[in-house]
């Protein structure tokens, strides 16, 4: 199975600010058929379920915010949030779609100070 | 718009079996695979497997094999998910969502919650 780790678990920051939340697979997830990476981005608001707002490592969902940025390649990923907003305070996961089973990271809480 | 409507809330005893529902609405049903995923807060979010809607065909995380079983009634758009011979480890939060080819859930049912206690 492919571990997927996250970090922080946890941070704190004030409105207006920008979030960087780091995932790491133990595999690779760049498909060399399509040069694409399989790594999707959730979020999950307090009381409510996940939500999809990044697949293939930076392809916005539709409707997702532009502030949300997701980047990365190979094993390494990131999701940026610039500008912060009080809304943004929810659970982020990110989940690898390369292979079976599907995969998740541990996820992290953030926190609008 | 797109919608899955999960079943309530099950209290259940160790041993016994449980059966949770996830109807679908607007989109055509038979055209997206339903997964299920676990939450618990210790160990975060784990994908039990998959329903294929149109042949009933299923996908099983190992960790679950012998502990869901996932059915489908395409007459009435919904799928579902049965869980066997409980304990408190499965306590837990029940999501089914829909996902496409590429294997990533783009709508997610609201949950139900599962509490296994004597």
């Known amino acids: 199975d492919i571990v997927m780790t996250q970090s922080p678990s946890s941070l704190a920051v004030s409105a207006g600010e920008t979030v960087t939340i780091n995932c790491k697979s133990s595999q690779s997830l760049l498909s060399s058929g399509n040069q694409k990476n399989y790594l999707a981005w959730y979020q999950q608001k307090p009381g409510q379920s996940p939500k999809l707002l990044i697949y293939?490592?930076?392809t916005r969902e539709s409707g997702v915010p532009d502030r949300f940025i997701g980047s990365g390649s190979g094993t390494d990923f990131t999701l940026t949030i610039s500008s912060v907003q009080a809304e943004d305070l929810a659970d982020y996961y990110c989940q690898q779609h390369y292979s079976y089973p599907l995969t998740f990271g541990s996820g992290t809480k953030l926190e609008i100070k | 718009q797109v919608q899955l409507q999960q079943s309530g809330a099950e209290l259940a005893k160790p041993g016994s079996s449980v059966k949770i529902s996830c109807k679908a609405s607007g989109y055509t049903f038979t055209s997206y695979y339903i997964s299920w995923i676990k939450q618990t807060t210790g160990q975060g979010l784990e994908y039990i497997g998959y329903i294929n809607t149109g042949s009933g065909g299923t996908n099983y995380n190992e960790k679950f094999k012998g502990k869901a079983t996932l059915t489908v009634d395409k007459s009435s758009s919904t799928a579902f998910m049965q869980l066997s011979s409980l304990t408190p480890d499965d306590s837990a939060v029940y999501y089914c969502a829909r996902k496409g080819a590429r294997r990533y859930f783009d709508f997610w049912g609201p949950g139900t919650m599962v509490t296994v206690s004597s």
């Open positions: 293939l490592a930076s």
